[in-house]
T-cell receptor, first 113, second 112 residues
């Protein structure tokens, strides 16, 4: 059983397009995250939601908008895609925010042409 | 501004020997530390963690050592197995609603 799942796994698109990445966790966790792993391989937090409420919003362009319809889902919508958005995006979840082990999804590889 | 640094991008070790992966941090506020393991095309998976009140935590073949005065932690894997070949990420955080900070990772290759 997949604990944290993401769709799609691969996404190739043109500059200027709008795209969404979906994330679902079946662990019953209260907190979900989006991370970006760029070409330099750093994993950086983008957003964190706890019980559908935004609790962390790092310096991310307004073109990125997370949406949490319920605590098991955290989707990431990206408007007006740019070349620099090409990266691997990981969704993660944890029982609580803070000092808790996070469980990661398999990643979505986004390539903007 | 790299608060968590893994200065060795790669490491090769023979099967059966000890693997030592190192991690340095700069933020003295960090009070818990984690190691994640990542296989290609998969997400990172949690391996082991340590709180700043401890200097050692052991789980089977994996031991994490924390030296707070040096702001250094290390992951020891003994004995190393070919299935341990992966990228290992060090991460650090401050208790509360603050994000984890990850290092760039070290690719471990265990040679049979």
């Amino acid at each position: 059983d997949t604990a944290v799942s993401q769709t799609p796994k691969y996404l190739v698109t043109q500059m200027g397009n709008d795209k969404s990445i979906k994330c679902e966790q079946n662990l019953g966790h209260d907190t979900m995250y989006w991370y970006k792993q760029d070409s330099k391989k750093f994993l950086k937090i983008m957003f964190s939601y706890n019980n559908k409420e935004l609790i962390i919003n790092e310096t991310v362009p307004n073109r990125f908008s997370p949406k949490s319809p319920d605590k098991a889902h955290l989707n990431l919508h990206i408007n007006s895609l740019e070349l620099g958005d090409s990266a691997v995006y990981f969704c993660a979840s944890s029982q609580l925010a803070g000092q808790e082990t996070q469980y990661f999804g398999p990643g979505t590889r986004l390539l903007v042409l | 501004d790299q608060q968590v640094k893994q200065n060795s991008p790669s490491l090769s070790v023979q099967e059966g020997r000890i693997s030592i992966l190192n991690c340095d941090y700069t933020n003295s506020m960090f009070d818990y530390f984690l190691w994640y393991k990542k296989y290609p095309a998969e997400g990172p998976t949690f391996l082991i963690s340590i709180s700043s009140i401890k200097d050692k935590n052991e789980d089977g073949r994996f031991t994490v050592f924390l030296n707070k005065s040096a702001k250094h932690l290390s992951l020891h894997i003994v004995p190393s197995q070919p299935g341990d070949s992966a990228v290992y990420f060090c991460a650090a955080g401050v208790s509360g609603n603050t994000p984890l900070v990850f290092g760039k990772g070290t690719r471990l290759s265990v040679i049979a």
